[in-house]
């Protein structure tokens, strides 16, 4: 089994930036983290154990998501208020997700979590997001910020899930944000959370420096690309595109239920 604290081999370096390259291009285009590529990836290429690959994985988000925000915010794409308002959420329920964890069953949460995915999945198929358009912040919009924040940082703490493939939706739907804005905003939310969660994972050894640089470089090679893709397609192909994406995570996670039934059975 391959050691993830050994030193990397030349072979091991090309692994991680071709698990960033793939990384930061879903990155940029549809706003996530990356951390559903990257923590599998980590744990069926590089032998990592799936703790380890969690806090690489928050270290190599840390240099993709500054540049995508960048990225995006060249172009006004990026809502700094919105940002640190569901930050503030998500960092008080990473809180409650954390205290849950022990308390709930695994099954029942990944049950539950493939549910809202895929009512996400079929109103995000629905809808067909506007790219021009203002947001007003007043009280109801702050509230409903903070309450999607809540849930983005408590289902991050249980299930181990980016930010992103919560809070695009979320936005798009619930609160009239462009899909653009809302995959910016996304990402700039995203640096205070993995930052914290990088810090933390150092502490408890969960990190490998090497590889999490390595991945984070191969990501911000490709993170504007895919940011450039996104504004090319149109808002009705992005939503598609999305929706697939969801899927994907939607069949991962039955997977990963289904072999805990059986692991639990036999």
Same mark, same amino acid.
Request: charged residues 5%; glycine residues 8%.
């Given at each position: 089994m391959t050691d993830p604290a050994a030193p990397a081999r030349p072979r091991a370096w090309l692994r991680f930036v071709l698990i960033g390259l793939a990384a930061g291009l879903l990155s940029g285009l549809f706003g996530v983290g990356g =951390?559903?590529?990257?923590? #599998?990836? !980590? $744990? @069926? +290429?590089a032998g990592f154990d799936r703790r380890r690959a969690a806090g690489t994985s928050l270290l190599a988000i840390v240099p993709t998501s500054l540049v995508g925000t960048l990225t995006y915010g060249l172009d006004g794409h990026v809502s700094v208020l919105t940002a640190a308002i569901l930050a503030a959420g998500t960092v008080v329920g990473a809180q409650i997700g954390a205290w849950l964890l022990a308390r709930l069953s695994q099954q029942v949460l990944r049950w539950a979590f493939v549910a809202f995915l895929v009512v996400v999945a079929v109103? &995000? +198929? &629905?809808?067909? #997001?506007l790219r021009d358009g203002s947001i007003e912040v007043g009280p109801g919009l702050i509230a409903g910020l903070v309450a999607v924040g809540l849930v983005t940082g408590i289902l991050s703490g249980l299930l =181990?899930? =980016?930010g992103g493939v919560i809070v695009v939706p979320a936005m798009i739907l619930l609160f009239g944000y462009s899909d653009l804005l809302a995959k910016g905003t996304s990402l700039l939310m995203m640096i205070p959370t993995? $930052?914290?969660g990088t810090v933390a994972n150092l502490r408890r050894g969960f990190v490998d420096w090497r590889g999490g640089l390595l991945v984070g470089l191969g990501a911000c090679l490709t993170v504007t690309l895919g940011s450039w893709v996104a504004r &090319? !397609?149109? #808002?009705? $192909? @992005?939503? !598609? &595109? +999305? $929706?697939a994406f969801l899927l994907f995570l939607i069949w991962k996670t039955v997977a990963e239920a289904l072999r805990a039934r059986r692991a639990q059975r036999g």
């Open positions: =951390g559903t590529v990257i923590v #599998p990836a !980590l $744990v @069926a +290429f109103q &995000l +198929f &629905l809808t067909v #997001p =181990g899930v =980016g993995a $930052v914290s &090319l !397609l149109e #808002p009705r $192909v @992005a939503n !598609l &595109l +999305f $929706v």
